[in-house]
């Protein structure tokens, strides 16, 4: 029986069944691990967004090009990066009160011009504890200011994928994005949200239908060339686009960039969805909040709300947001 209130007139309350909603208070207090972010580029406001959300532990990716102030860029100019997320990691841990384990690597969207210099001092960082993963890599179908050939991306790509093999580590590989990024801004406004002058794009090495897939199955190309098992391997910023290949073809983790939505298009619904055709096993969450996007740090919590919404039963929610990236990362034990 609906229940009766005191109202001048009946409201929707009146007409709502009886029977309680059984409210999903676990997900509130849920703890969740950011797969990939560069949170050491971020203001100290936005790491203490992170604690305030229940953010549990993070990998901290340095790799990105976007941080070199020089393009092309050498081999020092990433190892700054590097060292920059070593100095500054214990820091951020202790001012936040999350665990941060890091991802090293050597990025392709910008030709770096001694990359077999960067691969020969990467042995020595991949030996540091605090070093979780290798990445974020892979190939690009375009650059930034200056083209690179495919050889030598795929090269640098398979090299870093045999140091991950030695020792033991995930590589986090970027999947470009197939998405047109929308309408056709102002000349010299750039792309409203992104702090890169895009302008600066060079035309694509990578030509075919879909190159942005076709850069994916290059990738695993060199992992198997390396050695390096599938397992270890978690395709970060997955799509519709690439979706059906990296958890239909292959056994690799699938990890999806929920923080910044109108540039890739990737929502919870794109999640919800590959949960259910292939299963909560090897699907994360990622934000890859960065200081150069117009990036979400709360977007990891909003997605864990709206699986539910979706229809994801909550053990599997905690499986994708909590358990599988623990799993992969050694982070939060």
Same mark, same amino acid.
């Given at each position: 029986?609906?229940?009766?209130?005191?109202?001048?007139?009946?409201?929707?309350?009146?007409?709502?069944?009886?029977?309680?909603?059984?409210?999903?208070?676990?997900?509130?207090?849920?703890?969740?691990?950011? !797969?990939?972010?560069?949170?050491?580029?971020? !203001?100290?406001?936005?790491?203490?967004?992170? !604690?305030?959300? @229940?953010?549990?532990?993070?990998?901290?990716?340095?790799? @990105?090009?976007?941080? +070199?102030?020089?393009?092309?860029?050498?081999?020092?100019?990433?190892?700054?990066?590097?060292?920059?997320? /070593?100095?500054?990691?214990?820091?951020?841990?202790?001012?936040?009160?999350?665990?941060?384990?890091?991802?090293?690597?050597?990025?392709?969207?910008?030709?770096?011009?001694?990359?077999?210099?960067?691969?020969?001092?990467?042995?020595?960082?991949?030996?540091?504890?605090?070093?979780?993963?290798? @990445?974020?890599?892979?190939?690009?179908?375009?650059?930034?200011?200056? !083209?690179?050939?495919?050889?030598?991306?795929?090269?640098?790509?398979?090299?870093?994928?045999?140091?991950?093999?030695?020792?033991?580590?995930?590589?986090?590989?970027?999947?470009?994005?197939?998405?047109?990024?929308?309408?056709?801004?102002?000349?010299?406004?750039?792309?409203?949200?992104?702090?890169?002058? +895009?302008?600066?794009?060079?035309?694509?090495?990578? +030509?075919?239908?879909?190159?942005?897939?076709?850069?994916?199955?290059?990738?695993?190309?060199?992992?198997?060339?390396? @050695?390096?098992?599938?397992?270890?391997?978690?395709?970060?910023?997955?799509?519709?686009?690439?979706?059906?290949?990296?958890?239909?073809?292959?056994?690799?983790?699938?990890?999806?960039?929920?923080?910044?939505?109108?540039?890739?298009?990737?929502?919870?619904?794109?999640?919800?969805?590959?949960?259910?055709?292939?299963?909560?096993?090897?699907?994360?969450?990622?934000?890859?909040?960065?200081?150069?996007?117009?990036?979400?740090?709360?977007?990891?919590?909003? +997605? /864990?709300?709206?699986?539910?919404?979706?229809? /994801?039963?909550?053990?599997? /929610?905690?499986?994708?947001?909590?358990?599988?990236?623990?799993?992969?990362?050694?982070?939060?034990?």
């Amino acid at each position: 029986m609906a229940p009766s209130y005191p109202t001048q007139r009946p409201t929707d309350a009146t007409h709502l069944p009886a029977d309680e909603f059984d409210l999903p208070t676990a997900l509130l207090n849920l703890p969740w691990i950011d !797969s990939h972010t560069h949170a050491q580029t971020l !203001s100290w406001a936005d790491r203490e967004r992170y !604690s305030l959300a @229940g953010c549990r532990a993070m990998v901290m990716v340095a790799s @990105g090009y976007h941080w +070199t102030p020089y393009k092309p860029v050498t081999a020092a100019d990433v190892r700054f990066l590097w060292d920059d997320a /070593i100095n500054r990691r214990r820091a951020i841990e202790r001012d936040h009160f999350f665990e941060a384990g890091l991802a090293l690597g050597a990025h392709t969207g910008v030709r770096i011009e001694n990359p077999a210099d960067l691969v020969g001092s990467m042995a020595d960082y991949c030996g540091l504890d605090e070093v979780v993963a290798v @990445g974020e890599t892979g190939v690009t179908p375009t650059q930034h200011v200056e !083209s690179w050939e495919l050889d030598a991306q795929f090269e640098l790509v398979r090299a870093q994928m045999e140091l991950a093999d030695e020792h033991d580590l995930p590589v986090i590989l970027h999947t470009p994005n197939a998405r047109d990024t929308g309408p056709d801004y102002r000349p010299g406004v750039g792309l409203p949200g992104f702090e890169l002058n +895009t302008e600066l794009a060079q035309e694509p090495v990578l +030509t075919g239908e879909n190159p942005a897939l076709e850069a994916v199955e290059i990738d695993f190309d060199a992992a198997r060339e390396a @050695g390096l098992a599938e397992e270890q391997v978690v395709a970060s910023h997955a799509d519709p686009n690439n979706v059906d290949y990296l958890l239909g073809e292959t056994d690799c983790y699938a990890s999806f960039t929920v923080g910044y939505e109108w540039l890739t298009g990737v929502t919870a619904a794109d999640v919800a969805e590959a949960i259910e055709e292939y299963g909560p096993d090897r699907v994360l969450v990622e934000t890859d909040c960065a200081n150069v996007l117009d990036t979400d740090v709360f977007s990891v919590k909003r +997605t /864990i709300l709206e699986l539910y919404r979706l229809g /994801i039963d909550v053990d599997h /929610i905690r499986q994708v947001v909590f358990e599988n990236p623990r799993n992969v990362y050694g982070l939060a034990d």
